[in-house]
C-alpha cells in the first residue's frame, strides 16, 4: 500500500516561501497525479493543486500565482513551493494521490506550516 | 460564495440514520462529474468512503451510502455508531475552475 510522508519546515516568516516535499513509499510516482491539500486550523479542506508525474501541472486559480509544484521521479518525490506568505497560509498540507476519476484515494498524515514572525 | 455547500453540522442517536447534504452547481455536480466523500476523524488525515458517488471502497461498511440528483449530492449513515462522530466532506470537479473543489464540510455528532 502507497504511503505518503510530507516534510519541511514547520514555521516560515511572512512575505517568505513556503516549501515542502512528498516523498512517496510502497509504490511508484508513475503513473499517477499528485496533490497538495491543505486545511487552516478549525477549517475546511482546500485543493492547491496537482501534478502529472511527467510534470504537467494544474493550480487553484485563487493560488495561480503564489504556486508552482515539481516532481523528481527518481527519488519518488514531489514538491510544492508558495512565496509570498501570509498568516492565511497556516494550515495543514496534506499530499495525497489523486485516483482514477479524481478522488484522492492516499494521503500523508499531514504537516503544520505556521506563518508568523 | 463556496461552491459546494454542506450544512455544518447533524446529529442523530445511535442506531438511527443521518443524511448530509452537498448543493452544487451546473459547472461542478450538476455537470455529472463523479463526487467524492470523505470522513475525517479528530487529528487525523480525510479517508476517502464514497468514491464515484455511490460506490464504497474496500472496508468501509455499507453504513455508508451515497446517491446524487441534479446539482445535489448526499450521505446517509444509517446504523449510527459512536465511531462515525467525524467531519464528513463531498468533492467534485469544476469545469468552471478547471480544478478539484471540496465542500465546506459537515460535524456528525452521535448524540
Known amino acids: 500500500q502507497v504511503q505518503l510522508q510530507e516534510s519541511g519546515p514547520g514555521l516560515v516568516k511572512p512575505s517568505e516561501t513556503l516549501s515542502l516535499t512528498c516523498t512517496v513509499s510502497g509504490g511508484s510516482i508513475s503513473p499517477y497525479y499528485w496533490s497538495w491539500i491543505r486545511q487552516p486550523p478549525g477549517g475546511g479542506l482546500q485543493y492547491i493543486g496537482d501534478?502529472?508525474?511527467?510534470?504537467?501541472?494544474n493550480y487553484n486559480p485563487s493560488l495561480k500565482s503564489r504556486v508552482s509544484m515539481s516532481v523528481d521521479t527518481s527519488k519518488n518525490q514531489f514538491s510544492l513551493k508558495l512565496n509570498s506568505v501570509t498568516a492565511a497560509d497556516t494550515a495543514v498540507y496534506y499530499c495525497?494521490?489523486?485516483?482514477?476519476?479524481?478522488?484522492?484515494?492516499?494521503w500523508g498524515q499531514g504537516t503544520l506550516v505556521t506563518v508568523s514572525s | 460564495q463556496p461552491v459546494l455547500t454542506q450544512p455544518p453540522s447533524v446529529s442523530g442517536a445511535p442506531g438511527r440514520r443521518v443524511t448530509i447534504s452537498c448543493t452544487g452547481r451546473?459547472?461542478?455536480?450538476?455537470?455529472?462529474?463523479?463526487v467524492n466523500w470523505y470522513q475525517q476523524l479528530p487529528g487525523t488525515a480525510p479517508k476517502l468512503i464514497i468514491s464515484g458517488t455511490s460506490n464504497r471502497p474496500s472496508g468501509v461498511p455499507d453504513r455508508f451510502s451515497g446517491s446524487k440528483s441534479g446539482t445535489s449530492a448526499s450521505l446517509a449513515i444509517t446504523g449510527l455508531q459512536a465511531e462515525d462522530e467525524a467531519d464528513y466532506y463531498c468533492?467534485?470537479?469544476?469545469?468552471?475552475?478547471?480544478?478539484?473543489?471540496f465542500g465546506t464540510g459537515t460535524k456528525v455528532t452521535v448524540l
Open positions: 495525497v494521490r489523486v485516483g482514477s476519476g479524481g478522488l484522492f484515494d492516499s
Open positions: 451546473s459547472s461542478n455536480i450538476g455537470a455529472g462529474y463523479d
Open positions: 468533492q467534485s470537479y469544476d469545469s468552471s475552475l478547471s480544478g478539484y473543489v
Open positions: 501534478i502529472y508525474y511527467s510534470g504537467n501541472t
